[in-house]
């Protein structure tokens, strides 16, 4: 079944493919240059969150109606309903975000009641524990979990859109989260149909014939957020908090960066700049060689803690100073430039 599935999903994606300029125009929602942020030279389709959301969707039917075990954790309706709930709630606020620009408290607003909302159906989501590798003992948040949770949901949702700025940036970090679910999960093939159509996307994106948009990037992060809590809530297959934490080092990082930088020199945090690590590469390498210094910074970290067992501080420090020296050759790089 999961061959056919596989047959379905590619047969599915070539009628996408092939009908992407119809639809394109159908949704009419494009991401156009300004030459100050945006420095693409035609205007672009914002189709990501649409064709991701639409497979994942299939995803989701095929394993409620279909295949029962293609993935395991989810036991009753009501979680699959969360996990609808929470994406397509998500994907909205995205879209519409998309075509009308929210304010940002508008929309750090309409998240934190769709997560509220989300966990208040799935108490399998809430976090209420935290088990770090060089603590002998569970942190329990008794009362602040629901308030812990929707913190951590919200801010990897803004890392991951601050993250977002070049094409294949997001979409191949979400690739590497995916993989290592897949490799911890005994290969889950529910994982690989993810990373099937994430690649599908990588491939239209790099050759800039869509955009993720808002709508993409919190759709992204609303699956990812819930995967990551389950496997370290009910699957267990993630055992420590730590390895959440260096799993997502590198956007949570540059969002905590670029914060404070714009907090210090009296700018506004939630205006954009060219400041963001993929914007430094870039002003001296070319695409393919910025994600590929950006996809070395995204393992890096999980392959020390996880793969090679190097403890949390040590992993830590050795994350850092890679960041670091990267954000500042980049800098004096452009400098001299």
Same mark, same amino acid.
């Given at each position: 079944?999961?061959?056919?599935? +596989?047959?379905?999903? &590619? !047969?599915?994606?070539?009628? %996408? =493919? @092939? /009908? ?5 125009? *159908? $949704? #009419? ?79 750090? +607003?309409?998240?934190? &009641? !769709?997560?509220?909302?989300? %966990? =208040? @159906? /799935? ?5 209420? *524990? $935290? #088990? ?84 993409? !990037? ?5 699956? @990812? ?100 020296i990267i954000i500042i050759v980049s800098k004096i790089k452009r400098k001299n430039a």
């Open positions: 079944m999961n061959i056919i599935f +596989f047959g379905f999903l &590619i !047969i599915l994606n070539i009628i %996408i =493919l @092939i /009908n992407l300029d119809k639809l394109s125009k *159908n $949704i #009419n929602i494009f991401d156009y240059p300004d030459n100050l942020l945006k420095k693409h030279k035609n205007q672009i389709p914002i189709l990501g969150g649409i064709i991701f959301i639409t497979n994942f969707f299939f995803l989701l039917i095929y394993s409620i109606y279909f295949d029962h075990t293609l993935f395991y954790e989810l036991e009753n309706k009501r979680e699959y309903f969360s996990l609808i709930l929470l994406t397509m709630l998500f994907f909205l606020t995205g879209l519409y975000d998309d075509k009308y620009q929210l304010i940002p408290n508008k929309k750090i +607003f309409f998240i934190v &009641i !769709i997560i509220l909302s989300t %966990i =208040l @159906i /799935n108490k399998n989501l809430i976090i209420d *524990n $935290i #088990n770090l590798s060089f603590y002998e003992k569970r942190i329990f948040l008794n009362n602040f979990s629901f308030l812990f949770t929707i913190f951590c949901i919200l801010l990897f949702t803004n890392a991951l859109n601050f993250y977002d700025g070049i094409n294949g940036q997001s979409l191949i970090f979400a690739i590497i989260i995916f993989s290592f679910l897949f490799l911890i999960s005994n290969f889950n093939f529910f994982y690989l149909f993810i990373i099937i159509i994430l690649s599908f996307l990588v491939i239209l994106n790099l050759n800039n014939k869509l955009f993720m948009g808002d709508s993409g !990037i919190y759709t992204l992060s609303s699956v @990812i957020s819930f995967f990551l809590i389950y496997e370290y809530n009910f699957t267990k297959n993630i055992i420590f908090s730590d390895a959440i934490f260096f799993l997502l080092f590198v956007p949570c990082m540059d969002l905590f960066r670029l914060v404070t930088e714009r907090i210090i020199t009296g700018k506004n945090a939630f205006i954009g700049d060219r400041n963001h690590i993929h914007h430094l590469l870039m002003n001296k390498l070319n695409l393919v060689k910025t994600n590929l210094v950006l996809v070395l910074l995204g393992i890096f970290p999980i392959l020390l803690f996880h793969f090679f067992k190097i403890e949390f501080f040590v992993t830590l420090i050795l994350s850092l100073i890679l960041y670091f």
